[in-house]
């Protein structure tokens, strides 16, 4: 009797499933952030061929589709895959064939560490990144007797962690043909007693860098795989790479098209004639996982090591005003190239001079209200004269929240009461009313989390300082959710494919275990990344 109960029963499922549109993945019973124009909180999604098909309640959507991947997050936070407006990936990822150097104490430290390195690889060169001589007892530029000591003959370079700055040891100022002479445009070479210290600033370093042998094609696809991991365990689904080469360019391509990469990147090209010829004059090339149509451009250097552009001298270096890295007429060269070829501009500019003489031959190009959506990236310290620049011409202040919670123990010494002018995301984003924000990774971690605590907290992982750096220019969850997905996406002329949970666009998402945008401040930086999505593909896994 049981037989002939169960066959109908069975047939009825069957109909009943076959009315209902099959999609590859589902999503029930969670908090969905869409981060779309209404900022509207969702319970239930669905997936099919890597897009959202749809997106509301559990009961509705369950009613009329069905999927052999049906996830019930029971409650669990879901938010658009995070996205860096301005990070170094493909740099960060060859820096995992390097000594790291962040967090050390102290230049002895530093020469344990690069010993250690050498001994287990033994490379042609020893190269290092992310020193930081603000961390150390003597907060002062170390030099390179104790690099000549441990490697005679060996060359040394290992990068400041702003990357813009480095130390050398005497075998690789030598290979480079540095002297206590040379001089550099845009750059500093250090001397002191007669000859180098073995610092370079700026424009300097690539007499060194340019002789350093690129890894092999083997070591690179490795590294870049182990980067992209890193980054997916954090929430990244996408980055924008400030700063990429032709051959750097290629490379993503070749392996996102075959499926190796996976991570989407908006590439700035170096404005090298090889990348102008190859690709700005073509015009844009884009894929669902890469997008090449800026130019990435320095005005100045960095705060930290003194490189910035400031309208009036350093406050503890009173002879120093910093540098600007190229000469006047390139930058009006590469403006106009962009205006041509409907390329953006996006420029590096820390100090309040290198924002002011951006702003104003940005202002030259594009003459008022328009789309361009060029860029000014990190936009450190900017003169109160200078602000509303952003606003008239719609330049788009890009920034970086965790720059704010490591600068803020040393910036006020290069500044003095000009700090009241840095780092002021709140009034930057009252510009335009969006602004996109990122990491500026190696220079910072990778940490999407630790972006977003520092943007509404404005203190550091001990808390410090009580009540916040400047907290009258700390943005809000939403704000700063916003900057991390759908505005860092209109950065990138990318807002109507992903950067929100809407229906059409690119299914990347990530579930987090506690609700960043409800539960306390200084809980965020540790909440657990449960998985990354992308085209509705797992790609992380905490399991």
Excluded at 249 to 256: A, N, T, W, Y
């Amino acid at each position: 009797m049981k037989k002939f109960i169960l066959i109908p029963f069975l047939a009825i499922i069957i109909l009943s499933c076959s009315k209902k549109e099959r999609v590859d993945l589902i999503v029930t019973n969670a908090t969905i952030y869409t981060v779309d124009s209404e900022f509207s909180i969702a319970k239930s999604f669905a997936v099919k061929d890597g897009k959202f098909v749809v997106v509301g309640k559990s009961e509705d959507i369950l009613a009329k589709y069905h999927s052999d991947q049906l996830i019930d997050l029971n409650g669990k936070a879901v938010y658009p895959g995070f996205i860096d407006a301005h990070a170094h990936f493909y740099g960060y990822c060859m820096t995992l064939l390097q000594a790291n150097l962040r967090g050390t104490k102290s230049f002895d430290e530093i020469l344990d560490v690069i010993k250690k390195h050498d001994e287990k690889y033994n490379s042609e060169w020893v190269l290092g990144r992310s020193w930081d001589q603000n961390d150390w007892e003597v907060k002062e530029f170390p030099t390179k007797e104790k690099l000549d000591e441990s490697f005679p003959n060996k060359p040394v370079y290992l990068k400041r962690v702003d990357g813009h700055a480095a130390i050398a040891n005497s075998k690789a100022l030598q290979l480079a043909g540095i002297t206590a002479e040379t001089e550099v445009e845009g750059g500093k070479v250090y001397v002191e007693n007669g000859e180098p210290t073995g610092v370079l600033i700026d424009n300097a370093m690539s007499l060194v860098s340019k002789l350093i042998p690129k890894p092999d094609k083997e070591s690179t696809i490795r590294a870049l795989k182990q980067g992209e991991r890193n980054c997916f365990e954090l929430g990244l689904t996408s980055v924008s790479d400030a700063g990429l080469y032709k051959t750097q360019v290629l490379m993503l391509d070749s392996l996102q098209q075959i499926g190796e990469v996976k991570m989407r990147v908006y590439a700035m090209l170096e404005p090298t004639n090889e990348n102008i010829d190859h690709f700005v004059k073509k015009g844009i090339y884009k894929t669902d996982y890469l997008n090449v149509r800026s130019i990435k451009l320095y005005a100045d250097g960095a705060l930290g090591s003194r490189g910035a552009s400031l309208i009036e001298p350093y406050s503890d270096d009173p002879g120093n005003k910093g540098l600007i890295i190229e000469p006047i007429g390139f930058y009006h060269d590469m403006c106009k190239l962009a205006i041509e070829n409907n390329y953006q501009i996006n420029t590096h500019c820390i100090g309040d001079y290198g924002n002011r003489l951006m702003l104003d031959i940005y202002s030259e190009y594009l003459k008022g209200p328009n789309d361009k959506r060029w860029r000014i990236e990190h936009a450190q310290v900017v003169h109160p004269d200078d602000i509303n620049k952003f606003g008239d011409f719609n330049i788009v202040p890009s920034i970086q929240s965790t720059h704010c919670t490591s600068d803020m123990y040393w910036a006020d010494e290069r500044l003095g009461d000009r700090i009241k002018n840095a780092y002021i995301y709140k009034v930057l984003l009252d510009q335009n009313g969006w602004i996109p924000n990122g990491t500026d990774f190696p220079v910072e971690k990778i940490d999407p989390r630790l972006t977003f605590y520092a943007s509404v907290a404005r203190k550091d992982l001990e808390g410090y300082p009580d009540g916040g750096f400047q907290i009258e220019n700390a943005l809000t969850r939403e704000e700063t959710l916003k900057s991390m997905t759908i505005w860092a996406a209109k950065a990138a002329f990318e807002e109507n494919e992903k950067g929100s949970i809407e229906v059409g666009k690119m299914a990347d998402f990530i579930v987090l275990e506690e609700d960043i945008m409800e539960i306390e401040l200084d809980k965020i930086p540790g909440v657990k990344i449960l998985n990354t999505y992308s085209s509705g593909e797992l790609i992380w896994n905490s399991n």
